[in-house]
């Protein structure tokens, strides 16, 4: 085993592809196959499986996922001290975010662990929270911002913020009535929502299911851009969170009416495998993301959300 072979396997687990790791790597995909064939043989066990969309991380490649980039970090510390040069950290760390909260906090994530860490590497992946959570069970990130998560085992969950649901829709719209609207009453707004198992939808399903009640969703459409557009035209209403809909508002495309008797709350968390937060860049990761986001609600930046004290996690 030699560290070269070390370098490709984090990257094709990384990559969760051959070909994505073989463009990063700029090496043929043959000879990274066959690099990782040689690996797997000498330690005589299946880091990957192979499969038509990709790579899958085995458990027990996911353990040495974990040490071969501490390994890889420590040879790297060891060369700068060992020449003379200043003790820095050079390791990578894959955050996931989703897309609409994504778009609020990653730049100002960035631009801080560039300023933090300037020789680490900073992976962005972008998803819906349920795919966000497979990819932490496997490994691909090391650290997500789930919106509404459902309890996974072996993944600890802190909770972040919380924000007020509202009902979204054309200025135009019957319903668009500058007062709030009752949960009840929420039946005889036709809905354009995202199909199950979306983290916004479940959150709403669940609501619906506690109080006895049925919705009226006249379309399910999985892209938050062209449930807007839809909503625009005035073929129903949304379901989304202030900030989702902020600029929509302002620029008066959408009105947007609180959820009311009782609230609708959504409640975003970060989430990390139960065994990383013994890893320091992800501990310091999610710190960085704590501290953004906080940055980002005390200026009105992430409107209409409320930071839940970092006390209250346990």
């Given at each position: ?57 085995t458990e027990a490649g996911a353990i ?133 198992p979306h983290s916004n939808r479940r ?112």
């Amino acid at each position: 085993m030699d560290i070269r072979e070390l370098r490709y396997f984090v990257q094709v687990a990384r990559a969760g592809s051959f070909s994505a790791a073989a463009s990063r790597l700029n090496v043929a995909q043959p000879a990274l196959s066959r690099q990782l064939k040689k690996l797997e043989d000498e330690l005589g066990v299946q880091l990957l499986v192979r499969h038509g969309r990709g790579v899958e991380i085995t458990e027990a490649g996911a353990i040495l996922l974990g040490e071969a980039e501490a390994l890889i970090d420590h040879i790297g510390q060891t060369v700068d001290r060992v020449r003379g040069g200043r003790q820095t950290f050079s390791g990578q760390v894959a955050l996931g975010v989703a897309p609409t909260s994504g778009l609020l906090i990653v730049p100002e994530i960035y631009e801080q662990f560039r300023a933090l860490w300037p020789d680490a590497t900073l992976v962005i992946r972008e998803g819906i929270s349920t795919l966000l959570e497979e990819w932490l069970l496997d490994r691909r990130i090391d650290i997500a911002v789930l919106h509404n998560p459902m309890p996974l085992e072996g993944i600890a969950l802190r909770p972040l913020l919380h924000e007020r649901m509202v009902l979204a829709l054309s200025p135009d719209h019957p319903a668009a009535a500058p007062e709030g609207i009752g949960f009840s009453d929420l039946p005889e707004v036709p809905l354009i929502l995202p199909s199950l198992p979306h983290s916004n939808r479940r959150l709403i399903e669940r609501a619906a299911l506690q109080h006895d009640l049925r919705l009226d969703v006249a379309i399910e459409v999985d892209s938050i851009p062209l449930i807007k557009s839809l909503v625009r035209r005035g073929f129903g209403a949304t379901i989304q969170t202030f900030a989702g809909v902020a600029l929509e508002v302002e620029r008066g495309e959408f009105v947007a009416r609180p959820i009311e008797r009782p609230p609708l709350t959504s409640t975003i968390c970060i989430g990390m495998p139960v065994e990383a937060r013994s890893a320091w860049l992800t501990l310091e990761l999610s710190r960085l993301v704590r501290a953004c986001v906080g940055g980002l609600v005390a200026r009105g930046a992430w409107a209409g959300a409320r930071m839940v004290e970092e006390a209250a996690e346990g």
